[in-house]
Antibody, heavy 120, light 107 residues
Framework: QGRLVQSESEVKKPGASVRVSCKASDYDFTDYGITWVRQAPGQGLEWMGWISTFNGKQKSAQNIMGRVTLTTDTNTNTAYMELRSLTSDDTAVYYCARGGSYPDDALDVWGQGAMVLVSS | AVQLTQSPSSMSASLGDRVTITCRASQGIGSALAWYQQKAGTPPKLLIY???TLESGVPARFSGSGSGPDFTLTINSLQPEDFATYYC?????????FGGGTKVEIK
């Protein structure tokens, strides 16, 4: 069925970077892409980006392009999202989810979320 | 980028009601649309994909219909566990944007 387990919540200062991990289990990691979604407090879902676990091809949202790096490690079945130059606007719960590329576009398995609080 | 507009943004309904939520795309997206349910403090849960295909394990009272640009999520006979926020998401082109959400509350 599949399971995604994310790293713990973090508190960062403005200008810092954060890296969130997402470890997959119970399915073949390279059969599905990984999508990253964030949700600011009390707000809706925001698509951040997608990465192919097969060849590393990726897409990211225009508003964070240049600040975000998506990577995967097929040895440990883990995906990573690094976001740099953090501001208070980046305070959110960050989710990884399985899917986001044809033919498995829909996000059918989600991590539990990792809260990132950006505060001085 | 494709924009998705959900309506209403919130609604009140009673147990047993039929609820309809609309998602309008800013351009044609074929049937590349999914619906999710999210409850407070938990990740979203996939309900419908490819506009009308029910995800395994999702109750049959949920259904999806439509094709670009208008899509609908219908919940027949609203149950206590259905009070939540619902989001649509398209997969036509990157970025795979989400709609703004519809919060379904108890009347």
């Amino acid at each position: 069925q599949g399971r995604l387990v994310q790293s713990e919540s973090e508190v960062k200062k403005p200008g810092a970077s954060v890296r969130v991990s997402c470890k997959a289990s119970d399915y073949d990691f390279t059969d599905y892409g990984i999508t990253w979604v964030r949700q600011a407090p009390g707000q809706g879902l925001e698509w951040m980006g997608w990465i192919s676990t097969f060849n590393g091809k990726q897409k990211s949202a225009q508003n964070i392009m240049g600040r975000v790096t998506l990577t995967t490690d097929t040895n440990t079945n883990t995906a990573y999202m690094e976001l740099r130059s953090l501001t208070s606007d980046d305070t959110a719960v960050y989710y990884c989810a399985r899917g986001g590329s044809y033919p498995d576009d829909a996000l059918d398995v989600w991590g539990q979320g990792a809260m990132v609080l950006v505060s001085s | 980028a494709v924009q998705l507009t959900q309506s209403p943004s919130s609604m009140s309904a009673s147990l047993g009601d039929r609820v309809t939520i609309t998602c309008r795309a800013s351009q044609g997206i074929g049937s590349a649309l999914a619906w999710y349910q999210q409850k407070a403090g938990t990740p979203p849960k996939l309900l419908i994909y490819d506009a009308f295909t029910l995800e395994s394990g999702v109750p049959a009272r949920f259904s999806g219909s439509g094709s670009g640009p208008d899509f609908t999520l219908t919940i027949n006979s609203l149950q206590p566990e259905d009070f939540a926020t619902y989001y649509c998401q398209h997969f036509y082109t990157y970025p795979h944007t989400f709609g703004g959400g519809t919060k379904v509350e108890i009347k």
